[in-house]
């Protein structure tokens, strides 16, 4: 089949079905069952349940895509999580191309052909203000894909006609100012929208519920967002007609900060990241473990929970008899327990250094900290599924006074207002499945005023994995440190309130540097990854060589190499090439 017919084929039997589950096969007569009187036409379905598919898989509510998507990638690299299960090759710097291709696919099947088809639909009808609403979201999914990866095929797919079969990519920074441009004329469209529109939205909107000035909001914040990402690329884009600081300072008017809200989906949809940890797949990672354990951080039992069985040493194992009785040995020699444990239950936050070469599970870093209700007894698997957090605003908006003065708040009171707000929301976000009604009395102020720092990570299974802390600077606010300094701690705090976003924190973590993140103690890319630099993009799909390796070559390939800075060698489809944003030409300032 061609790969046109492929896309128009996921456009029709991808739809939602009941029980949440979907249709994702396709067929070979394409053209015949198309035109059929049985086949449905997704432009005939109601809105709600065209908008529901692409809106909801900007955060996966299907289990073995959400794994894909980004669990077993880019949770990893960013530091917020790590598997594990030794037998998934990515969390040991060996990038694996089914694996990697999860945030590829479901962009492109999930988002993309569903975007575009209904933009072009509602347009078609005269309703550019429910047009521009799936643009952002469109921008949204483009916007995750083209930071992981690099250069997408995106305006030959948007060109394509039924004859098509192989499509051009467009560079990082084309696709840059495709988005800014296509969010700013969002917004204009949206403050026109008709009454009979927003009537439509408001059935179909599973992100704001009809509201279009919540809409706008998310727009200014995503444009924000973008015009920071491209702090090392302003002048080229200058060179294109994109004027980086004048975007930012418009859109810095009126972002989430501004009477705005965390943006999560509540429709009874499953939460899966409950089910990675279920299944032993994922746990949390040193970084984050040790950075907010170290920083005292009151979000973290919300976040996670101490480890949740006995951590034995290496060699040691416990059996339990028919009684319940909990026995300990060393090989077929019986112990006392405190030979064999080195962490009892429930006393330490643990988390697993990346890049260790653990064994394949079950092990015994499984018994470290793990997603908070992991019994899923309070009911975390239905937890509203997190699309944008409104603190990441504040700190977008303490970036930009800091970096080109837009705005008349200072940068600390920014800096310090996105915290409060991330404790506040996150608590009553996730507060109920951890058990937790409020903050221990002043804890978000002694927070704010802390100035502890990141703890050593310490393994307390092979020794050897442990390493010292690379984050020196705590949470309290100096005016007289340098801009480095300032930058560093903002990030650092965007970084613990963009939680579990890893997309978003593992670009920003690659832009700027911040949180420095612990090196890899086994490397298995077979050279195509530095072991402290880290891994810099994600490689491209298995159904990319495929289906189009031609213009893969020709086109995607070829501007990867264009746009890359690697000073370590790297060049194109490996982990350690740099995406365009990440200009390794260029420092923070």
Avoid at 385 to 397: C, D, H, V
Wanted: aromatic share 10%.
């Amino acid at each position: 089949m061609k790969r046109k017919q492929i896309l128009k084929c996921a456009l029709i039997m991808a739809l939602p079905i009941l029980g949440g589950n979907m249709i994702t096969s396709c067929i070979d007569d394409f053209e015949r069952i198309n035109t059929s009187n049985v086949q449905v036409d997704p432009n005939d379905l109601p809105a709600s349940a065209q908008w529901l598919e692409p809106m909801t898989y900007c955060y996966p509510p299907q289990q073995n895509m959400f794994q894909f998507w980004t669990n077993l990638t880019i949770d990893l690299y960013s530091g917020y999580f790590m598997t594990p299960n030794g037998g998934f090759t990515n969390g040991d710097l060996g990038e694996n191309r089914g694996h990697s291709g999860g945030m590829h696919e479901n962009f492109y099947l999930h988002i993309f052909n569903n975007t575009r088809r209904i933009i072009a639909a509602c347009k078609a009808d005269g309703e550019n203000g429910l047009a521009a609403v799936m643009s952002i979201v469109q921008a949204y999914g483009t916007l995750m894909t083209t930071d992981a990866y690099g250069p997408l095929a995106y305006t030959s797919i948007l060109e394509a006609d039924e004859y098509t079969t192989s499509y051009y990519f467009d560079s990082q920074q084309q696709l840059y100012k495709i988005m800014l441009t296509d969010l700013g004329e969002a917004i204009t469209a949206i403050e026109s929208m008709t009454e009979n529109e927003k009537a439509k939205l408001k059935s179909a909107d599973v992100w704001c519920n009809g509201d279009t000035e919540m809409w706008v909001k998310i727009a200014n914040t995503m444009r924000l967002r973008m015009a920071l990402r491209l702090s090392k690329r302003v002048d080229e884009m200058n060179q294109v007609g994109i004027d980086v600081k004048q975007i930012a300072t418009d859109a810095a008017k009126n972002t989430l900060a501004n009477g705005g809200k965390d943006i999560l989906i509540s429709k009874g949809l499953d939460n899966n990241m409950w089910l990675m940890f279920n299944w032993g797949d994922c746990g949390f990672n040193a970084n984050l473990v040790t950075l907010m354990t170290g920083m005292k951080d009151p979000r973290q039992p919300l976040y996670m929970t101490k480890n949740i069985d006995d951590v034995l040493r290496e060699g040691y194992s416990k059996k339990k008899d028919e009684n319940n009785v909990v026995t300990y040995w060393k090989d077929d020699k019986q112990v006392d327990k405190s030979e064999a444990v080195a962490v009892e239950a429930n006393k330490e936050y643990l988390g697993i250094r990346f890049a260790s070469g653990l064994p394949n599970k079950p092990n015994n870093w499984a018994s470290f900290s793990s997603w908070v209700d992991y019994k899923n007894e309070v009911g975390i698997f239905k937890a509203p599924l997190p699309i944008f957090k409104q603190a990441e605003s504040y700190f977008l908006l303490a970036e930009a006074k800091l970096r080109w003065n837009i705005g008349n708040e200072s940068v600390q009171q920014l800096y310090e207002d996105g915290i409060r707000k991330s404790m506040e929301n996150e608590l009553k976000y996730r507060g109920n499945y951890a058990g937790i009604k409020q903050y221990a009395d002043n804890a978000v102020e002694d927070y704010i005023a802390g100035t502890s720092t990141q703890i050593d990570y310490n393994d307390p299974i092979r020794p050897e994995l442990s390493v010292e802390a690379l984050n020196k600077l705590g949470v309290k606010w100096d005016e007289g440190a340098t801009q480095e300094e300032k930058l560093e701690r903002i990030i650092t705090q965007k970084y613990f309130a963009l939680f579990p976003l890893s997309t978003e924190a593992w670009a920003e973590q690659r832009r700027t540097g911040y949180p420095r993140l612990f090196p890899a103690f086994v490397n298995e890319s077979n050279g195509a990854i530095d072991s402290i630099e880290g891994i810099r993009r994600v490689i491209y799909a298995e159904n990319e060589y495929n289906t189009n390796a031609a213009e893969l070559e020709k086109s995607g390939i070829k501007l990867l190499n264009d746009e890359n800075t690697s000073k370590k060698g790297f060049t194109g489809d490996k982990g350690g090439t740099h995406v365009w944003w990440d200009n390794a030409n260029q420092g923070n300032f």
